[in-house]
């Protein structure tokens, strides 16, 4: 069960942080994903110019990669941020985007995992079974298993790793490999708006610069997704609006009065 | 005249099928054409890499390419990427966004089509002119001419290269090079929202992906972008809520009621 | 005191000009600022290939170079279109984001301002108090002080530029070295809203290309980004609705009422 009393501390340090959450991430997801982490009270910074990943990750409080738009010079900086994270002892997350679907994702989310080690990785099912050694089949970027089919393999990558892995789907779990939590909140048209794993996968960055460990930044962001995703969607009139009111749950986001929602 | 029976099966089946789309866009549509494809049922996948290209297409239903943000490194994912779309006999939709307003994209669009031909090749008035060959001044990115000044170059370029060719404007055109049909729905103020000619594009894939031919694809594409704009217009009290109130149209649009409300 | 009339006058061509607006800018902004510089009236192009620079500038009416999303060849595209600025007479904005950052930002924000004289440099505090040759303590793309505390260096790069100075804050300052105007408009959720710096700069673009001078062209762009975030503030419910509602009323502006909303 999630400490409650520990979800408010690290909702109130967001906001009184204010972490610099370094973002390498899709074109697709930028915008969403800094306007998240303003709404929480981050502070985001998108740059993956390999010149400058040194400077920028020495100055974060938390790194995110997202492999969600590859390219050679982008794993480049990839490369070059993550190199910094463990130099400089900064947490880092992985969203491996769309892990299975092609061989430059797979290998480039599974070297970054074996040579940087990153602090949290964030996933749907079919790509944490993809980097846990499952042969399924990928359908792009969007999920073909539910997150219950990757449980095991998520708790032996978390194992083999040390990185906690946590998988968003309609219940989301985190584990470190021992410990399994779940997040029961959130709701189906969260996935029709795009750049909804890449926001939970930002989230946990914020939160893993300012929580006392890895586990409690990954389960206290997939709570805080899941209520203002709840939240968002008892107001929304379709998906556009659900992307509207969502950035503004997060901004309205009550820790004391919010924390009674998390369904567990 | 649409055939609306055909036009609620295809609705339909975007949504049963939840083609697999693959764009390669420009980062300033992004993120509103994910937005609406996953809104219409289909499933999104924005990627540029060369070394992907191959595998993408392959496990897609449909390809769209937008030469909106051109860099020799997009070029070169966009060539594999249509070398691909013929190799794996995969329907692909070519959005010339500028062509006209530089030599690359203009000389970039005519490659494509003359290599490897485009299923459908989606534009407005003036970017169809210009690839039919007239000589006219190009405005950056949007129209100087109306989409019936296009129709006559339409009907040729359709036929000399055996694409479908879609004119977006305050009537929309689409042509085989024989059959000429109009779609008259929409409103002035989808020109004040930025991407949506990008967005009639990618819903032309998703449409292209499950349609009988890619005429019908073209046509009950721009007729639900039609519809939408019509029905958003109607709610927004603005530019900023015509996108939002776009999207919501789009993910609750009811082929069964809205086909009634499509103009010829 | 800013010329009301004049500000009338300009708000006005912006929407019969139309200006076309060439913005460099980064990933998070393009979309936002696509859709101001369309609720305003005026027409965007976002384009960085350095192969279409020389084309692309010289049919735009005004140039906005943004460093936010930097890399080797996005720096390279920022060049040739500065100088292409430089060469056929078009004002130019440049929005030093993060200048302070990294080395790599600093100096490339020098090098466009010494090389090719920006009629207008628009940034946060920080950045402008970099440029100015102050050794701060820079985080990240969000400042770390006062807009005041930037004016005297604002003053001094003005002055050795030849440059008008912007500086946007909780009061914006707008400098040519002699002159200062101030800006009292405008809500702390702006800040809240990712890339509304990026948009404020497109905007200074946008009235660059119409004003009688780049002083009122600042000025000007600052006073309605200021009246139009004081009216979305009053009516947004959050942040995600915020920058919904910043559009809107960018598109609902009234030169003729709103002047009057313009605090000095």
Not at 54 to 83: F, T, Y
Not at 119 to 124: A, Q
Request: hydrophobic letters at 45%; charged letters at 20%.
């Amino acid at each position: 069960m999630i400490d409650l009393n520990q979800f408010k501390i690290d909702c109130a340090n967001v906001r009184k942080q204010s972490p610099l959450t370094h973002c390498i991430t899709n074109y697709v997801a930028m915008e969403i994903n800094a306007n998240a982490l303003l709404a929480i009270g981050a502070s985001p910074l998108m740059s993956f110019a390999p010149e400058e990943m040194d400077e920028i990750v020495r100055i974060s409080n938390a790194l995110v990669i997202n492999i969600g738009c590859l390219d050679r010079h982008e794993i480049e900086g990839m490369k070059a941020a993550a190199e910094a994270a463990v130099k400089y002892g900064k947490p880092w997350v992985l969203d491996p985007v769309g892990a299975g679907a092609s061989r430059l994702r797979t290998e480039t989310a599974l070297e970054l995992i074996k040579e940087w080690h990153p602090t949290v990785i964030r996933g749907n099912a079919s790509e944490i079974m993809v980097l846990a050694g499952s042969s399924i089949v990928s359908k792009g970027v969007d999920s073909n298993n539910s997150s219950s089919d990757a449980l095991d393999g998520a708790k032996a990558l978390a194992a083999i790793t040390g990185s906690v892995v946590s998988i968003s789907g309609a219940t989301d779990y985190i584990t470190d490999g021992y410990r399994v939590e779940t997040i029961c909140n959130g709701h189906p048209i969260m996935s029709k708006v795009t750049a909804m794993g890449c926001t939970a996968s930002a989230l946990t960055g914020a939160f893993a610069a300012v929580s006392r460990s890895p586990f409690e930044a990954a389960l206290h962001a997939m709570a805080v997704m899941g209520v203002a995703g709840d939240i968002a969607a008892a107001k929304c009139k379709g998906a556009g609006s659900m992307g509207v009111e969502f950035i503004d749950a997060l901004s309205n986001f009550d820790a004391e009065a919010n924390a009674k929602l998390i369904r567990q």
